[in-house]
């Protein structure tokens, strides 16, 4: 039987799978671009994500410890919330987003979650605001800007665009609130498989068999979709979810906002896109306010 983390652990190990989440998760573009290439959307890509992560996480856990599979009927509620309410809702409006305003303005509108991540905290577990929190929360949302470049001018908006970006920020900050709840009484692995057993099922309803099945029709893209469930939805959600189990919810989300800059740094080895002095600066700025929560 999967045991419970304790929130008295030590931290240090707790930080590290969440900066590695974050990595990871930044580092989607590899898939998401050659996906797109073949003839992806963006609404077959959460599909593959939700789908695909909860046929993996099922098989695995299926013949490793089928104890993940027992929980009780009541808490199924947190599990709808991880699943359905943050991970499918939040790329559902991330995704919608993007279509109307620019790729900054999306990605800088997302990072919001952080702060409403602490906000929740401080409201429901009475997690203190410290000024070591404020300060690096300023500096990673500043970061964030910086790195999407938003100072250089390649924000566009609309106030539908807004409203859909924080929307995702919000929902996106809802996985940290409902995992704690989840938390409180199972392991990280048991929250990750249910939190997929809702999101798979769920996100169907965007499914469109026939234009999936056309762009899944070369080995290539099999092993891009397979990339993209495993090592940028599968396996940062388990150490997300397992530094979560022991730091607080704000601290976390605060921390995992050093995808973006990871991003950044994809695009630069992997696409030879431009390392920017304001990108570079984000970066510092990012790091910055994690080095601040240690």
Request: charge should be positive; hydrophobic fraction near 55%; proline fraction near 4%.
């Amino acid at each position: 039987m999967e045991k419970r983390e304790k929130k008295t652990a030590p931290k240090g190990g707790a930080y590290a799978s969440i900066l590695a989440a974050a990595v990871l998760w930044g580092m989607i573009g590899l898939w998401n671009r050659g996906l797109m290439a073949g003839g992806f959307t963006p609404t077959d890509i959460v599909v593959v994500r939700n789908f695909g992560g909860m046929l993996l996480l099922s098989a695995v856990f299926a013949i490793r410890d089928r104890s993940v599979f027992r929980v009780r009927r009541e808490h199924l509620k947190y599990f709808f919330g991880t699943g359905v309410v943050s991970v499918l809702l939040f790329t559902v409006c991330y995704f919608s987003c993007q279509r109307i305003c620019s790729l900054a303005a999306a990605s800088v509108l997302l990072y919001t979650a952080p702060s409403f991540v602490v906000v929740l905290s401080a409201v429901l577990w009475h997690e203190p605001v410290t000024k070591k929190k404020l300060l690096a929360l300023a500096l990673t949302l500043l970061g964030c800007a910086l790195v999407c470049g938003v100072f250089a001018g390649d924000v566009a908006v609309t106030a539908g665009g807004v409203a859909l970006g924080l929307g995702a920020g919000f929902f996106y900050a809802l996985y940290s609130v409902f995992g704690r709840y989840a938390l409180a009484h199972y392991g990280p692995m048991t929250v990750t498989v249910w939190t997929f057993l809702f999101a798979g099922p769920a996100s169907l309803v965007l499914l469109r068999p026939g234009r999936l099945a056309a762009a899944l029709q070369s080995p290539r893209q099999w092993l891009l979709a397979l990339g993209l469930v495993v090592f940028s939805t599968v396996a940062p959600y388990i150490l997300y979810t397992r530094g979560l189990a022991r730091v607080e919810a704000g601290r976390a989300s605060i921390a995992a906002s050093l995808e973006p800059a990871a991003a950044a740094l994809v695009g630069v080895l992997a696409f030879g896109e431009p390392l920017t002095p304001a990108a570079v600066a984000g970066i510092l700025c990012v790091l910055a306010g994690v080095y601040i929560l240690r």
